[in-house]
Each structure stands twice: as structure tokens, then as C-alpha cells.
């Protein structure tokens, strides 16, 4: 697995940025194509829904992990 890279993203008219491993990123962005949303649409969901104990980049994270568990049950 790869290292976490900085990513930009737009959220609600605010730049922000997560730091995702290459293959999360590719997921993530795999995920948006797949839902037709832009991935800065679909990050913002994940923002809005995500706990304040938890961080973007984790909240993407799970959300990755959530999607494949739920296409491979």
C-alpha cells in the first residue's frame, strides 16, 4: 500500500484537503463515478455525516470500506 498524498477538495465553497493512500483515492473516486456525483459532492456527504471524533480522511476511509463490504455481502 502506498503512502497517504495530500488531496485537494472543495467543500461546500471551502478548499480543504485529506491526506488518502493512492488505492483509497482511486476507490473514492471510482465510488463518485459509479454515484454520478463529482467526488467534491460526495466528500462533502461524507464530511456532513462523519462524527467530530473522527477526521475526513478517516471518514473517506471507512466510507471505501463500507461501499466494497456492502457490493461484496
Not at 460526495?42 to 456492502?70: F, M
Request: no cysteine; net charge positive; proline share 3%.
Amino acid at each position: 500500500m502506498s503512502r497517504p498524498v495530500k488531496r485537494s477538495l472543495t467543500l461546500r465553497g471551502h478548499r480543504t484537503s485529506v491526506s488518502l493512500e493512492d488505492e483509497f483515492w482511486r476507490a473514492f473516486r471510482d465510488i463518485a463515478a459509479r454515484k454520478n456525483k463529482p467526488i467534491n459532492e460526495l466528500a462533502a456527504e461524507i464530511d456532513e455525516a462523519r462524527g467530530v471524533e473522527s477526521g475526513l480522511a478517516s471518514a473517506i476511509r471507512l466510507y471505501v470500506l463500507a461501499d466494497y463490504e456492502s457490493r461484496s455481502a
